[in-house]
């Protein structure tokens, strides 16, 4: 199991694009829509093979299945980091280690991109939502199409009351990922041209 990118939410794509381009100074790029689910986003890539994505539920999409996944059908408030994602190369033998909800494989696409995730059947994921979602690609990883502008991440810190539990659960052996106790959220840590910039 590997880190494989970052998911910050908002009410709408715009809400949570500005705030990743505000916290981090710089801009993001054109991604695309996903119609299974009425989403669409907007994607920033990251050092060392990983992305970030700003999504949100597109009000003119018509979806064709329901929940959303990432819990996007209950977001509300400021956009914030509503998600991480991590790979791993047999997703359905690995979710038969994993937490009740951790979701039940879906086949997606994007594009020529070709993936599956783990999607729980009520769009909730294992600890306050705190639990990754998986994902396994079925064709070439998107992050080397992107273009760089000089972001890395330092640190991935994942509160939650039961992070002991969490993290137990997880064989992702990754020094940048931190698991702390306490209130459920995310802060993530990038070294940018601007310097050490904060996103939560």
Not at 101 to 123: E, H, I, T, Y
Not at 138 to 159: F, K, N, Y
């Amino acid at each position: 199991m590997k880190l494989d990118h970052l998911a910050v939410a908002g009410e709408t794509l715009q809400e949570a694009v500005e705030h990743v381009e505000e916290a981090l100074g710089v801009a993001l790029q054109p991604g695309g829509e996903h119609g299974v689910y009425g989403t669409h986003n907007r994607l920033l890539g990251l050092a060392e093979g990983l992305y970030l994505e700003a999504i949100a539920v597109d009000p003119d999409a018509q979806p064709q299945r329901r929940p959303c996944w990432f819990d996007l059908d209950r977001f509300t408030g400021v956009p914030r980091i509503g998600t991480w994602i991590c790979r791993c190369d047999d997703l359905a033998t690995t979710l038969q280690g994993q937490p009740a909800g951790a979701g039940q494989v879906v086949a997606l696409s994007r594009g020529d991109l070709r993936w599956q995730m783990a999607v729980p059947a009520d769009g909730i994921l294992p600890f306050d939502n705190m639990f990754p979602a998986l994902i396994e690609w079925q064709s070439a990883h998107p992050a080397p199409r992107l273009t760089q502008r000089g972001c890395a991440l330092e640190r991935l810190v994942i509160c939650h009351p039961k992070a002991g539990e969490l993290q137990a659960f997880l064989p992702l052996r990754d020094d940048r990922v931190v698991y702390e106790t306490g209130e459920a959220g995310f802060e993530a840590s990038f070294s940018t041209p601007h310097g050490r910039r904060v996103l939560q």
